[in-house]
């Protein structure tokens, strides 16, 4: 169920990615304790969140959908430098901050799509380290990985 549910995440459009980690996460926070994400990892991703709280909305939403699409960026490549659990922190902050209003938010009146609902159902059915394991899955990819270049 786990790679299942892996593949059809890996089969949703960058926008469908982010709703569904949004998701994912507004879900969490309910079963998840606020003091999982390590303070530790968080400092190691604080100067990429002080840089993005710093952006327009534009540039903040932009980020994001660069992570999702692995796009080459000084940010994304960053994000490529980060552990797979300091990777989560920083979206799980993210999220924190996009509830805060620091972070622009989801667009109001958004509906997720039906490819959104799919994955997050199937995620729901998992129990909780399977649940961790397929969001580890989900945002390890993302950013830019500079390892993919090769020897210059
Ligand atoms: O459709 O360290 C657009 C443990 C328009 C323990 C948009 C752990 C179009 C060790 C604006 C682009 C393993 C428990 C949409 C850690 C459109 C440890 C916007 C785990 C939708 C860390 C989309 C922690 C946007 C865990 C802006 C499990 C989406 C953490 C933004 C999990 C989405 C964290 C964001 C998760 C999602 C965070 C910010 C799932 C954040 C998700």
């Given amino acids: 169920p786990i790679p299942a549910t892996i593949a059809l995440f890996d089969q949703l459009g960058v926008d469908d990615q982010l709703a569904y980690l949004w998701y994912a996460y507004t879900e969490?926070?309910?079963?998840?304790?606020?003091?999982?994400?390590?303070?530790?990892?968080?400092?190691?991703?604080?100067?990429?969140?002080?840089?993005?709280?710093?952006?327009s909305q534009e540039e903040q939403t932009q980020v994001m959908r660069e992570l999702a699409s692995r796009a080459d960026s000084p940010i994304s490549r960053s994000y490529g430098f980060f552990s797979v659990n300091t990777k989560l922190a920083f979206w799980y902050e993210l999220g924190e901050l996009m509830k805060q209003g620091v972070v622009t938010p989801i667009p109001s009146g958004y509906q997720m799509s039906p490819g959104v609902k799919v994955v997050l159902e199937a995620t729901q059915k998992l129990d909780a380290g399977q649940q961790?394991?397929?969001?580890?899955?989900?945002?390890?990819?993302?950013?830019?990985?500079?390892?993919?270049?090769?020897?210059?």
């Fill in 132 to 152: 961790i394991t397929v969001l580890r899955n989900t945002v390890v990819d993302m950013g830019f990985d500079t390892s993919a270049l090769g020897p210059s």
């Fill in 28 to 55: 969490m926070g309910k079963t998840i304790t606020p003091a999982a994400p390590g303070v530790a990892r968080l400092q190691l991703a604080e100067g990429l969140l002080n840089q993005i709280k710093e952006m």
